[in-house]
Structure formats: structure tokens, C-alpha cells
């Protein structure tokens, strides 16, 4: 390989002043040669700006943009997107970080299956600072792309690890990149997109090490239950996705139900999810706990 393809890498950044720098560290220090990384802080009220610009000024070898107020992780991932360079992209949060041969073997991976769109690896969990030997998929997500069609297993909830992928840019922009519809959950609806724009492959290597700690994103926030509701909404309206109706259907009504006691529990939720969930009433002759919380929370919409 004469000239290595470019690699963008785009590291969202929000509120992550502890662990941001060994993100980017991780980056910097990858054994591909062509590289291009862009750290987009999304309004963090943290440290982190501060973080990010003392590494700029000591190392450099990035770009940086900030300042603007917080938007949410796919305006992020589009931006950077749009900016992006590389041959291949590819995004890791701010908290997470990569072994040092995580993007060669990646890349390597797709240079050599010009059919595929894109590839998926494995990863080490990270407990707070301390990096363990333990894998984070499980079988069914580590053997998810050897299906002929592992559509049906991804809506139904057997979805890769996003951030462990690595994608073709011009595939990406060619799907419209990121639905700002959603705000945080990229997980679901891009890899069905993927699956549609050509093979996706799968590496049994941990190339990713990721972070658990109290303030992840996906462990703290109630987004991604309307975002499961909206893409499948999304999905029922696309005429690709129409053999796979009677799944969305089903997965949409379970998602409303999720909603429906999240909302209990946290007894009333916000006025968004309760707005939300009165799109469950078509669903409700299915499922008597729907029917259930639709009446409990009627009058509070």
C-alpha cells in the first residue's frame, strides 16, 4: 500500500473533562499513519475545552472546534461528517478510548473487502480507570453480521456497539448522514441503513475500550426510549423496511410500553414523553399495559 487511506476520527466531546484527553491520546498515538481527527466540544459546562486546548497547544495534530451551545451527539457526528477528509470515518466518545492498532486493523480490514460498507469489532471494558480482559459482546452481537440477514436480529435489539465501527465516508454521506431526529442514539437506525448500502463485517478482535462510569450517556438518560420510538416510526413509513412490518410493529408497541413505565416510575416524566406516548393508542388493543398507562397519564399530556 503505497498511501494509506485517510481515517477521519471524530470525537464529540461533552462534559468529559477526566477522560477526554486520554481519548484523544489514543488518537494521536494510533500505529495508522494517515489520520485525521476532529474534536467537537458540545457545550460542555466542564472542564473540558480547557483539557482539549492545553493538549492542541503541547502536541497539536487535531482540530478543534467549540463554542457553540449544546445540540446533541449527531449534530456532533454530522458536523463532523461534512468535514471529514478520510476514506474512512468513524466516531469515539469522549470517555472511550482505543488500543493502538484499533484503526490499522480496521482499516485493513476494508481495504482488503472492497464489497463491504462497513466493520465492527469487539472491545475491553473500561471499570472507571481500570481496563479490564472482559469483552463486551455478547454472542449473539459477536456472530450478528454472519447472519444473511441480520435485519430482524437488529430490530429486534441485537445491535453492534456503534462506536467499535468503521465506515466508508462516501456511504455515509451518500445515506444523508445522522437524523438530528434523533439526539443521541446512532446505534439503531444507521446500521439498518448500512445493511441496505452493501455487506458490514465483523472483527473478533477487542479493538475498542469502553468506559463505564455514572455519567454515560446511555446509562443516565431516558432519550434513547422516545429516540426508539421515533426511528421506529421512521422505519414503518420507509418503503425499503416494509417486509419487516410486522417486527416494527411489534418492537414499536414494546418501546411505547417502555415509555409508558418510565414514565410511571418516574411518575409523570416529562411533558415531551408523555406527548409522546399518545401515539400508543392505535397499539393499545395489543397489550393491556399499554392500554394501562395511556389511561393513567391521559390527563396529563
Not at 465506515?167 to 443521541?184: A, E, I, N, V, Y
Not at 441503513?193 to 463505564?212: M, N, S, V, W
Not at 410486522?246 to 408497541?253: F, G, V, W, Y
Request: proline letters at 5%.
Amino acid at each position: 500500500m503505497s498511501t494509506p487511506p485517510i481515517v477521519t476520527i471524530i470525537i464529540p466531546s461533552y462534559n468529559h473533562q477526566d477522560y477526554v484527553g486520554e481519548a484523544i491520546e489514543s488518537v494521536l498515538n494510533q500505529s495508522w499513519p494517515a489520520i485525521e481527527l476532529i474534536v467537537i466540544d458540545d457545550g460542555s459546562t466542564d472542564a473540558s475545552v480547557r483539557v482539549i486546548n492545553d493538549i492542541l497547544a503541547s502536541r497539536g495534530g487535531f482540530r478543534f472546534l467549540h463554542g457553540h451551545p449544546n445540540q446533541g451527539l449527531m449534530h456532533s457526528l454530522n458536523m463532523g461528517l461534512e468535514l471529514a477528509r478520510g476514506d474512512y470515518f468513524c466516531e469515539l466518545a469522549s470517555d472511550d478510548f482505543l488500543p493502538q492498532d484499533s484503526i490499522e486493523k480496521r482499516a485493513l480490514f476494508l481495504e482488503s473487502h472492497p464489497n463491504h460498507v462497513a466493520v465492527f469489532t469487539d472491545g475491553l471494558s473500561v471499570q472507571g480507570d481500570a481496563l479490564t480482559d472482559q469483552t463486551i459482546l455478547d454472542d449473539k452481537r459477536r456472530l450478528l453480521f454472519c447472519q444473511d440477514d441480520p435485519i430482524p436480529s437488529l430490530l429486534q435489539g441485537t445491535l453492534p456497539v456503534f462506536a467499535t465501527g468503521l465506515f466508508r465516508s462516501k456511504t455515509m454521506k451518500d445515506l444523508g448522514g445522522f437524523d438530528p431526529l434523533f439526539r443521541c442514539y446512532e446505534d439503531l437506525e444507521m446500521p439498518l441503513l448500512l445493511c441496505q448500502a452493501g455487506k458490514i463485517g465483523q472483527l473478533t478482535a477487542p479493538l475498542f475500550c469502553r468506559r463505564e462510569h455514572g455519567t454515560n450517556t446511555s446509562t443516565s438518560t431516558a432519550t434513547i426510549k422516545t429516540d426508539k420510538i421515533l426511528c421506529y416510526q421512521k422505519l414503518l413509513n420507509n418503503p425499503d423496511f416494509a417486509k419487516y412490518t410486522p417486527i416494527l410493529r411489534r418492537e414499536l408497541r414494546r418501546a411505547y410500553l417502555k415509555l409508558g413505565r418510565h414514565i410511571s416510575t418516574t411518575r409523570g416524566g416529562t411533558r415531551y414523553e408523555r406527548e409522546l406516548l399518545k401515539g400508543a393508542w392505535p397499539h393499545a388493543y395489543k397489550d393491556i399495559r399499554l392500554l394501562y398507562h395511556l389511561l393513567k397519564w391521559r390527563e396529563k399530556a
